[in-house]
């Protein structure tokens, strides 16, 4: 849901400004609706009624990501694809280009960041929240392919020596699939220990 204001003005032009003002956008920006109709009145002035409108952001969380990122690449000097899927309350962004690959950083640091600073902007003016997924090269689906064999490898290991594993440190993403990766298994079961950022995934063998 879009944020609105409803605004009154002595002219429609008036109450727009003032929308304008508060919601901190240009005109293309917003969508109008004129509430009440004012009248100049008899002589411009006796009987006068001033107008009322709702002025509505417009929903341009593509124009916002595809400004966000273009920004970041032209900056780098990227030349990438952006690809926007949106349903529900959830964006998928897919950036697809062989140069885009220095914005993933070391286990997708960098690109866990740029997600979150693009989601705050996509947010920035709405009233409802959209949950922004950013994904670049398809690293998120290769990583969590990785994780879940890293993860069986880790739980077999574990069964064999008869001992708990504890995993490298992960980030909350990276512990959840290896969760839900050994989440049916017969011979393991998982928990996490420690602080951020160093919080772990230990495997430990259940007892038969």
Not at 24 to 35: C, G, P, R, S, T
Not at 89 to 109: M, Y
Not at 138 to 157: G, H
Request: zero cysteines; hydrophobic letters at 35%.
């Amino acid at each position: 849901m879009m944020k609105s204001v409803e605004k009154i003005g002595k002219s429609k032009e008036e109450a727009i400004e003032l929308a304008l003002k508060e919601l901190n956008a240009e005109k293309d920006d917003i969508e109008i609706e004129v509430l009440e109709e004012g009248s100049k009145g008899f002589l411009g002035f006796l009987g006068a009624k001033d107008f009322k409108i709702r002025a509505t952001l417009k929903d341009n969380y593509e124009k916002t990501t595809r400004n966000f990122l273009n920004d970041i690449f032209d900056s780098l000097d990227i030349i990438a694809d952006i690809n926007l899927d949106f349903k529900g309350d959830t964006l998928k962004v897919s950036v697809i280009g062989d140069s885009a690959g220095q914005l993933i950083g070391r286990r997708g640091e960098s690109l866990d960041a740029l997600q979150l600073l693009l989601g705050l902007a996509v947010n920035k003016k709405r009233d409802g929240y959209i949950k922004v997924l950013l994904d670049i090269e398809n690293y998120r689906e290769k990583r969590e392919e990785s994780l879940v064999r890293y993860a069986n490898k880790m739980a077999r290991t574990a069964v064999k020596q008869r001992r708990n594993i504890r995993l490298e440190p992960m980030n909350p993403y990276e512990r959840r699939i290896v969760h839900s990766a050994l989440q049916s298994d017969s011979y393991v079961t998982t928990y996490s220990e420690g602080e951020e950022p160093f919080r772990k995934v230990v495997i430990s063998v259940k007892k038969q």
